[in-house]
């Protein structure tokens, strides 16, 4: 039988990282406002926590983090040149990101980590479970992995992290999940999680990414997590706590995601995730395959 839990309406988003691999193009632009496609890359991660009924949106930032905030404000100047030239569907997608959620930002302050980042967010969350999604990660929104990861945590309460299978040699880039099987086939009971381990010893090939929902009891534990791995407060290192201790906040549950998912945190799968949306665009994409092709064949000749 099915169990009541508080209804989900916020979504917390760290935003505060400096953006390394990146540089020089994040020396003065936060890696969260680069492009894809013609959107930037943290609208698509607001559109998703719209989409799954939460409408009221934290953001974490830093230092040099202000152009997040400034395109989802309004922008009078920009919309009234558009409106006298007549152009409204330009004047649309200026005003879509300003009137996609109900925003907040508060700042980090140290760069302390993903868990410092998400405590940051408990004056605002309160004592609800809230969602939390991390900008790298870009979910297809065909492919409604947040809406299932909701479904579960109103289930079995407690906390939802993201699955998804990974080759082996690529586990020690995420953290890692020790699961059992549960009744439903997407979904796991997380008994273990080991962040970023070797492969020898990683305890399954099922990878977290970056989309979780978190009960609240994870900032009583998160506020007395010693640094780990890379010096900073890991929120692996909370969520363990809570899988091998359910009296702390209640079990821990993972959806397996299947679906498209776009990685834009690496320059090499960015420019793969920008080729792949363009490719599926009504708009630029019969155009842009053609191109494709034509340039694929022509260079595979040359070589």
């Known amino acids: 039988m099915s169990q009541s ?17 990146f540089l020089p193009a994040t020396k003065a632009t936060p890696k969260e406002m680069l492009p894809v496609v013609d959107k930037p890359a943290i609208q698509y991660v607001v559109e998703e926590a719209v989409s799954a009924g939460l409408d009221d949106v934290l953001m974490v930032t830093g230092r040099n983090k202000r152009p997040l905030e400034d395109h989802f404000d309004r922008n009078y100047e920009l919309e009234s040149a558009l409106q006298k030239k007549g152009d409204a ?32 967010a408990a004056p605002h969350v309160g004592d609800e479970p809230f969602a939390v999604l991390l900008g790298d990660d870009l979910i297809d929104p065909r492919d409604p992995l947040l809406q299932r990861m909701i479904e579960v945590q109103q289930q079995h309460g407690g906390s939802v992290v993201a699955l998804m299978e990974v080759a082996p040699e690529q ?69 363990q706590q809570l899988a091998t201790d359910e009296k702390a906040g209640g079990p821990v549950h993972g959806v397996v995601f299947e679906g498209r998912r776009y990685d834009t945190g690496d320059r090499g799968d960015y420019l793969r995730a920008i080729v792949r949306l363009a490719c599926e665009r009504e708009d630029l994409g019969p155009d842009f395959r053609t191109w494709l092709q034509r340039y694929v064949t022509e260079e595979m000749q040359q070589r």
């Open 5 to 21: 839990h508080p209804r989900i309406s916020k979504a917390v988003i760290p935003a505060a990282g400096l953006g390394t691999r």
């Open 89 to 120: 569907d330009r004047l649309a997608k200026v005003q879509e990101s300003s009137d996609l959620a109900t925003m907040h930002y508060v700042r980090q302050g140290d760069p302390k980590g993903l868990g410092h980042a998400v405590l940051c």
């Open 171 to 239: 586990i020690h880039l995420y953290g890692s999940a020790a699961v059992e099987a549960t009744a439903d086939s997407d979904v796991v009971k997380v008994t273990g999680l080991v962040e970023k381990p070797a492969a020898e010893d990683a305890p399954s090939n099922y990878a977290v990414i970056g989309r979780y929902v978190l009960d609240p009891a994870v900032f009583g534990i998160l506020r007395k997590t010693e640094p780990g791995r890379g010096g900073e407060i890991q929120l692996t290192d909370a969520l």
